[in-house]
């Protein structure tokens, strides 16, 4: 049961709330199972209270602060809690439906059962926040922050994630089907066992994504993504576009992301000759084509910090890539030596659109 004396002064108004808990920090808030719906708590202070079962829809709630509260089963439904702060606070089984949550603060937020079912989280903060068997059907989380968060056992049909940040996130046994990427970071991102059924890819950062276990890639929608993220940019900088140019044709992503699972990487000496890479390039690729099907594709060159050249390319899943491995770097020295007698000037243009045409001819 709330505390009576408490409610009887936070009805008298959010200013006399607030200057009363300034005056007395240390009472303890408790106001469970109160009745709060329908009204306008702005601004209001309710940092550390206890608010389990508490009903709060329909009410406004701009710029709440709710930091470390416990909020079991308490109800928001349909509420507008723009700008609020829920950081560190507990919403098991809290109930968001519906609820206008712009720009709010959920920055290491127990989310264990809640329900944010259609709530609208543009720009949202979640970082370090647990979700477990949640639920965000249809919920708009458009340029949210979900860096290094984990989600276990949470539904996210449908949700609307573009433009997000979901960069060190942790997926498990989570249904995203027909989720929208668009454009998002999905860079370091891990899923163990979830369902990407038709989900939305493109313009999307898969920079050292991985899919693990059961993960479905049937239906998706995808033209391109991005290999390379900066996040030390003031706006989000993708580059390594994937294909080089044009887009992926029908269920070309799922095709290719195969491939890369199966990837392999050489060091080279710098400076590199970008001739007989592509000589050696061509030379593998023309016999992965003839016995197995198939290509390489490569995915992205860059100089380490010791001054060698990192080349990563992706393989066919059937191809052994150590062997490839060693055919690339013997064909590679062998021909830097001879390739700028061996090859015609016409076809080196030719063999540089190979070599740089990534996902354009997969088998």
């Avoid at 709440?64 to 507990?90: G, H, I, V």
């Avoid at 979640?126 to 979900?146: G, H, M, Q, V, W």
């Avoid at 939305?200 to 993960?215: F, M, P, R, S």
């Avoid at 029908?250 to 592509?278: C, H, T």
Wanted: glycine content about 4%.
């Amino acid at each position: 049961m709330a505390n009576v004396e408490q409610l009887s002064i936070l009805k008298q108004g959010v200013k006399i709330w607030n200057k009363w808990r300034d005056n007395n920090p240390t009472i303890e808030i408790d106001l469970t199972g109160a009745d709060l719906s329908n009204i306008k708590l702005g601004d209001v202070n309710f940092y550390r209270a206890k608010l389990n079962n508490a009903n709060f829809s329909y009410s406004s709630l701009s710029f709440a602060y709710f930091s470390k509260a416990n909020l079991y089963r308490a109800n928001f439904k349909e509420a507008d809690l723009s700008f609020a702060s829920f950081s560190k606070a507990n919403l098991t089984r809290a109930n968001l439906s519906c609820a206008k949550l712009y720009r709010g603060d959920f920055r290491e937020t127990i989310l264990s059962n809640t329900n944010f079912n259609n709530a609208r989280l543009y720009g949202a903060e979640f970082d370090r926040a647990y979700f477990y068997k949640a639920f965000l059907i249809e919920a708009y989380l458009n340029n949210a922050n979900l860096t290094n968060v984990y989600l276990d056992k949470t539904d996210l049909t449908r949700a609307n994630l573009s433009e997000s940040n979901l960069k060190g996130t942790y997926l498990r046994n989570s249904i995203l089907r027909y989720v929208d990427f668009t454009d998002a970071n999905l860079s370091c991102l891990i899923v163990l066992d979830s369902d990407f059924l038709g989900v939305n890819l493109t313009g999307a950062c898969i920079q050292d994504w991985k899919l693990e276990g059961k993960v479905n890639l049937d239906c998706i929608s995808c033209d391109y993504v991005y290999l390379k993220s900066d996040l030390e940019k003031p706006i989000r900088v993708y580059s390594q576009r994937l294909p080089y140019k044009n887009n992926f044709k029908d269920e070309e992503f799922k095709a290719i992301f195969e491939e890369i699972n199966n990837g392999v990487e050489l060091i080279l000496p710098s400076p590199m000759d970008l001739l007989a890479l592509a000589c050696a390039f061509e030379t593998v690729n023309s016999k992965i084509r003839d016995n197995i099907g198939g290509q390489l594709y490569l995915l992205e060159y860059k100089a380490n910090v010791y001054g060698s050249i990192v080349i990563k390319l992706a393989l066919p899943e059937s191809v052994d890539s150590s062997q490839i491995k060693e055919d690339l770097i013997e064909l590679y020295h062998k021909n830097i030596s001879n390739t700028d007698k061996m090859i015609p000037r016409e076809k080196r243009s030719v063999m540089y659109e190979n070599l740089f045409s990534l996902g354009s001819n997969i088998k």
